[in-house]
């Protein structure tokens, strides 16, 4: 990914936005007074773009990233740990 990035003019935050390659958008911004990282994930896609013969996915889905699934999820750290260091 090159170094370029988009920005609004007069945003409070100077947020910085970079597209990937893949067109994921990256919101980056810097707050000196917090150190922390805080990611937001915006997909646009939803129950609109479901099948019509599989109504649902995209509320499937969902589940599957908050709550995971028998293989991942976060209910045995030490258990799933060989699996996400695969990702």
Do not use: W
């Not at 370029?4 to 007069?10: C, Q």
């Not at 100077?14 to 994930?41: E, F, H, M, W």
């Not at 129950?47 to 969902?62: F, I, M, Q, R, V």
């Not at 990233?65 to 991942?72: C, N, P």
Request: negative net charge.
């Amino acid at each position: 990914m090159e170094n370029r990035y988009e920005y609004v003019e007069n945003d409070p935050l100077n947020a910085r936005l970079y597209t990937l390659d893949n067109g994921l958008k990256v919101y980056l911004t810097s707050y000196a007074d917090a150190p922390r990282v805080q990611t937001n994930i915006a997909v646009r896609a939803g129950s609109k773009n479901d099948p019509e013969n599989a109504t649902g996915l995209a509320h499937y889905l969902e589940h599957m990233l908050f709550k995971g699934t028998d293989v991942y999820g976060s209910l045995d750290y030490e258990k799933e740990k060989p699996l996400l260091d695969k990702i």
